[in-house]
């Protein structure tokens, strides 16, 4: 008879997934990558890449190493590295980072702040 372990994935290669029709209130927490199509009100922090898809919309803060958005925000967004704002993409709110990419047809109301 073999003796067999199971491995469980790494947190790291897991993908976190919030789907259109979901609404989640609260602040969400994560050190893992996400993509949001459904809504949220309330703040995200996130050590990885937030994707905001085209259905996606977040009522706060974000805080991330890498935001690529194509819904809307609103709220001020912290990130680490670099936003890319999308043609579909609406942000209502200020903007810390050190890259910004914003697509032509993409809307932003708000100041930028860029660090060093």
């Known amino acids: 008879m073999l003796n067999r372990k199971e491995v469980a994935p790494a947190p790291s290669g897991m993908h976190n997934v919030l789907s259109t ?3 989640l209130t609260g602040n969400l927490v994560t050190q893992d990558d996400i993509r949001i199509d459904g809504v949220i009100e309330g703040n995200i922090i996130s050590q ?4 905001i898809g085209n259905n996606g919309h977040v009522s706060g803060d974000v805080e991330c190493q890498n935001l690529d958005l194509l819904g809307k925000v609103s709220g001020n967004v912290l ?3 670099t936003i890319i704002l999308r043609v579909t993409a609406n942000l209502i709110g200020d903007i810390t980072t050190q ?5 032509p047809g993409a809307r932003f109301t708000g100041s930028c702040k860029m660090k060093s």
């Open 21 to 23: 029709g979901t609404v």
């Open 48 to 51: 990885g890449k937030i994707i």
């Open 79 to 81: 990130c680490e590295d």
């Open 99 to 103: 890259i910004i990419e914003i697509e």
